[in-house]
């Protein structure tokens, strides 16, 4: 089995009674580097208590814990990082409320974004959707070809997303993406529990 931590998992847009537990469950795999809160309709208080219980999970198992949007909360949270869309805040102002911490940016099917992120110096770069998705609306379609150019280009970590799941997962990874942004995949799955939905990812 690939030991390797290759999962960038996502919240589901709502947070269920026993979304810890099955959280904690997920995360003692071993497989995921990444988790991100990203709740759209969430007060900023409760995003503030959820993120917390979140934040020691994450601690717990080794996860580097970040946040959808929004660098200040990211800075309340004290999270990891926050991943940022292109109608978020810019890199540069975001980079001035958290500092150092990890900054992702979303560059849809555009070399254009990835190249512009990339001089701005984030921490990855994410492209999707690969596959329809029921979680987001998919505006933006990627594929393969857009994995090799970038690689070309840099070495900056890419993170794939967009109707991932374990049928078609490899096919990412063996083209060039680093992670895989998972979110429906696992929270919404009709067949597997969360922890069997991850186990299926080897």
């Known amino acids: 089995m ?3 931590k290759f999962i960038y998992l996502i919240s589901p847009n709502k947070i269920y009674k026993k979304f810890f537990k099955d959280l904690q469950k997920v995360l003692e795999t071993g497989k995921i580097s990444f988790f991100q809160l990203r709740l759209k309709k969430y007060s ?6 959820i993120g917390k219980k979140i934040k020691n999970i994450c601690k717990k198992n080794k996860v580097k814990f ?13 999270a990891d990082g926050c991943h940022l869309g292109q109608k978020d805040m810019n890199i540069k102002e975001a980079r001035k409320i958290i500092g150092k911490q990890i ?7 555009s070399i254009n974004f990835a190249k512009k992120a ?21 505006n933006h379609v990627a594929n ?36 895989l942004a998972i979110s429906g995949y696992v929270w919404s799955n009709k067949k597997y529990k969360p922890l069997e939905a991850i186990e299926r990812l080897k």
């Open 2 to 4: 690939n030991k390797k």
């Open 44 to 49: 900023f208080k409760n995003k503030i208590l």
């Open 66 to 78: 970040l946040i959808n949007d929004d660098p200040i909360l990211t800075l309340r949270l004290g």
């Open 103 to 109: 900054i992702g940016i979303t560059c849809h099917n």
């Open 118 to 138: 990339i001089k701005a110096k984030v921490s990855y770069l994410a492209f999707g959707a690969f596959y329809s998705s029921k979680t987001k609306k998919t």
């Open 144 to 179: 393969i070809k857009i994995l090799k150019k970038i690689k070309k280009i840099t070495k900056t970590p890419i993170v794939a997303i967009g109707g991932i799941n374990s049928e078609n997962y490899k096919n990412l990874l063996l083209n060039n993406a680093n992670f």
